[in-house]
């Protein structure tokens, strides 16, 4: 499979003028990595997924995952980038094609934002099929009433794709109908709002509330009742995609702490001599290869079209598991100096520590492997 050197190389470039200090800026100040994604845009990486007739470049999902494995390799943060790789996917696989030529050139632009997925909810949280949020049909509009949390970069995003129960979950005749997908414009929406939420990394995480929330019929994505299959069927390249990261985060760290551990004298000798120091970094590296063996797996078996559930769901599990791994040992490599927020391993520890619980938490993904993969009974 096509590991995209040249695409590497030029994110990599690319990450070169946003340093370390430019993301503990953004960090410390919670602030919205506004000129990376410009940059980002600007050379056309964030409209990689999107197809050439709608103004993007067409690219497959392999590419994507070494772009954003090159940004977080660099010490920065795709969350941005991903999050439009994979909403978009929504609106391009589902949407009509009017939806599609008045939504994806403008994305492909810059000129639209599509990077909050509105999906999660507080009561139901990973029990995605008791969502409460409603939509309800009223003439040529519906009326979206709820709350939506964890809703990330709401507030920096023009477009959201919104899960919202349109059939009440009682008058369904499968427990997977009844949900819909909608497009929603964010940036003249009254009843809309966005309530940040203070979080351990910078993330743009927020609480959105519904109050009558108008949005035209013709922003439903695809039939209605059938949202939780449209949103099912992205989920598989937001893992690969989450997972990349995962592999680009754990060579930051274990690049920073060989680095380290090779310069570092203490008691007369370079501490990477010894090998309390060498073994967790040799066995970081060990799982991190594995990890993104198990990511380019799923990825090739996504492109040509296979079913890829399982190999998507672990390769983040595995991926997000080395990218702590690494992350673990680069904070004792590093002693005190890993606290230091100018070493920047303290905030991708922090920023990695997230994709074990988010999009999907390990332990749901054991549980779909036990069930899809070892054809135990469903445990829940
Ligand atoms: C920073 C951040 C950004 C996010 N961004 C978005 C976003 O943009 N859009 C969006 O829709 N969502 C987003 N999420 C939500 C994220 O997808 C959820 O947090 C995640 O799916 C887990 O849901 P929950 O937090 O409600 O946990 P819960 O569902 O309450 O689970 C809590 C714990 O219990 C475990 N658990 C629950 N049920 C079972 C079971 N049956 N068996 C075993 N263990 C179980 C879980 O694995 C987890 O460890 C984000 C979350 C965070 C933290």
Redesign the pocket.
């Known amino acids: 499979m096509n590991d995209w050197p040249d695409i590497r190389a030029a994110v990599a470039k690319l990450c070169t003028g946003f340093p370390g200090e430019y993301w503990r800026a953004k960090d410390k100040n919670s602030d919205y990595p506004i000129e990376f994604v410009e940059a980002l845009t600007r050379e056309g990486w964030l409209s990689a997924l999107i197809p050439e007739d709608f103004g993007g470049s067409g690219l497959p999902l392999s590419a994507a995952c070494a772009i954003l494995e090159e940004i977080h390799a660099s010490g920065g943060n795709g969350?941005a980038a991903h999050?439009q790789m994979y909403v978009m996917g929504t609106l391009l696989r589902h949407g009509s094609p009017a939806q599609k030529a008045q939504y994806l050139p403008a994305v492909a632009r810059g000129e639209l934002r599509l990077q909050?997925?509105?999906?999660?909810?507080?009561t139901?949280?990973?029990?995605?099929l008791s969502l409460r949020t409603t939509a309800v049909r009223d003439g040529d509009n519906y009326l979206i009433n709820g709350q939506?949390?964890?809703?990330?970069?709401?507030a920096q995003s023009d477009l959201m794709v919104l899960?919202a129960r349109t059939t009440p979950k009682d008058q369904v005749a499968k427990r997977t109908e009844g949900l819909s997908v909608f497009l929603l414009d964010m940036r003249d929406c009254p009843g809309l709002s966005i309530q940040p939420?203070e979080?351990m990394?910078n993330?743009g995480?927020t609480a959105v509330f519904f109050d009558n929330v108008k949005i035209p019929a013709a922003n439903r994505i695809g039939e209605e009742g059938q949202g939780f299959r449209y949103i099912l069927s992205g989920m598989n390249a937001e893992r690969i995609l989450i997972a990349a990261e995962c592999i680009g985060d754990a060579r930051f760290f274990l690049d920073r702490a060989t680095s380290y551990a090779k310069e570092r004298q203490v008691f007369g000798r370079p501490i990477g001599r010894n090998q309390g120091i060498q073994f967790p970094l040799a066995q970081a590296h060990a799982r991190a290869h594995a990890a993104k063996l198990v990511v380019a797996d799923a990825c090739r078996r996504y492109e040509s079209g296979e079913v890829a559930g399982a190999e998507a769901n672990m390769a983040k599990m595995l991926a997000a598991e080395a990218s702590w791994q690494a992350g673990e040992a680069a904070m004792q490599t590093l002693g005190g100096f890993a606290f230091a927020a100018e070493y920047d391993i303290e905030r991708k520890f922090r920023e990695t520590r997230?994709y074990q619980?988010?999009?999907?938490?390990?332990?749901?993904i054991?549980?779909y492997i036990a069930e899809h993969v070892l054809g135990l009974p469903k445990?829940?």
């Open positions: 969350a999050a909050a997925f509105g999906v999660t909810e507080p139901s949280g990973s029990d995605t939506k949390i964890w809703t990330s970069r709401a899960l939420i979080t990394m993330h995480t997230l619980v988010a999009p999907v938490s390990t332990n749901l054991l549980a445990g829940y």
